[in-house]
């Protein structure tokens, strides 16, 4: 069976999924899932015990409730696309988000000493204008985001300047509901399709420049749904799902191997609403879901011991950049083991041995005079 995550990048980047009004794109991303499913019958109704005219139908009628959905918010009945909404998800399944789970967390900083914890935290209930429509956000609803990854997190934010960063990392001290909103890599149990056909169609690629986009009608219902539901069953929640920056191409600088779960889990976004009706401070139950680290950042670590930079050797591309040192030291904060694994020669200097790595020579002509010029401002 092909992958179906990068089955799913290259889909959404085809001009079908791209140019034409939302209902049509939405029914295009929802047809090639189809044709995928008719190439791999065989394998998807030996994996799901079930006949392909089954398999065929839950497309069917997911298609239907999405498009009733669309349909019925862009004609300003609001109210007619979260009950269906909620009729749509009342079917699928909460899993389970594990205790130690690792997140990441970043913002851009123009101040010269880091953010305390609080500021890393979700937007205060008392700045709640802060708060505009995105994928996953509802205006004025405070929401508290990670990512799988301190990169992603840096791709979310926009790719700002590197150096104005500042990052933060949290631990999952008690399980949690988890709308899980990931594609899988092949279909293995026949209540995947639905909700691979609704992930599918809440992944289409929004126009930045555009002040409304009609790609985050369908996955704003599913959020505003989901946080009725909580409401009712007095329970908190969040979900999980691949950046858009990967399923569109995006977050380029790494070579994604779509086969390695280690690989995605890179790419994974998470979302935990904070709805609450208090007028300022934070979500105290959010709180005490969560270890969390003090601010860092790279400048700040690497000004403090400038070896951390050199002597990685995890023969991983993502360890080994700045990014994965980030992700080390965050997660050594937390108490966990850093994936990213250090070079021979920090070691063997430490252990006072010679180390088997040859220092280079720099060759320096005489005959050029440099002259160092203060800088008077």
């Known amino acids: 069976m092909k992958n179906l995550v990068e089955q799913a990048t290259i889909w959404l980047r085809t001009e079908q999924c791209c140019k034409g009004n939302i209902l049509d794109r939405t029914n295009a991303i929802i047809s090639l899932f189809r044709e995928y499913v008719k190439q791999e019958r065989e394998e ?7 006949s392909y005219n089954i ?7 997911a298609e239907k409730s999405i498009n009733q959905i669309l349909s019925a918010f862009l004609r300003g009945n609001q109210e007619e696309a979260l009950q269906k909404t909620r009729e749509m998800t009342r079917k699928m399944k909460f899993t389970n988000v ?31 204008y802060l708060v505009g429509n995105q ?10 985001y990670f990512g799988g990854s301190s990169y992603i997190c840096w791709e979310e934010l926009g790719r700002k300047d590197f150096s104005t960063i500042n990052y933060c990392g949290f631990s999952l001290i008690k399980e949690l509901n988890m709308f899980d909103m990931l594609i899988p890599i092949s279909i293995t149990d026949i209540h995947q399709i639905r909700r691979i056909v609704l992930v599918l169609a809440c992944s289409l690629a929004a126009h930045r420049e555009h002040l409304f986009k009609p790609e985050y009608i369908l996955p704003q219902c599913v959020l505003h749904s989901l946080i009725n539901r909580s409401f009712y069953s007095h329970t908190q929640f969040c979900i999980r799902y691949y950046s858009s920056h990967l399923l569109n191409g995006d977050a380029d600088y790494f070579k994604c191997d779509y086969s390695s ?12 609403p904070a709805a609450s009706s208090k007028e300022d401070g934070y979500s105290e139950e959010l709180r005490e879901l969560f270890n969390q680290t003090e601010t860092i950042s790279l400048m700040h670590e690497t000004l403090l011991d400038p070896s951390c930079m050199m002597g990685a050797c995890s023969k991983d591309i993502y360890l080994d950049s700045q990014f994965g040192l980030v992700d080390a030291i965050i997660d050594k904060k937390l108490g ?8 021979n020669i920090r ?6 041995f010679n180390p088997k790595r040859e220092e280079g020579n720099i060759s320096i002509d005489k005959n050029i005079m440099v ?4 800088n008077d401002d």
Not at 44 to 50: E, G, K, M, R, Y
């Open 44 to 50: 998807i109704c030996a994996n799901t015990s079930s």
């Open 347 to 352: 070691i063997d200097k430490k252990l006072g």
């Open 261 to 272: 779960k280690e690989e995605l889990s890179r790419y994974v976004n998470y979302v935990f």
């Open 98 to 128: 594990l205790t130690r789970t690792q997140f990441y967390r970043c913002r851009e900083n123009s101040k010269p000493f880091h953010f305390s914890k609080d500021e890393m935290f979700h937007i205060p209930y008392d700045k709640r």
């Open 55 to 61: 398999v065929k139908n839950r497309i069917d009628l």
């Open 336 to 343: 966990f083991k850093p994936k990213r694994e250090e070079g």
């Open 371 to 374: 002259e160092h010029i203060p």
């Open 135 to 144: 994928r996953f956000s509802l205006s004025g609803i405070p929401c508290l």
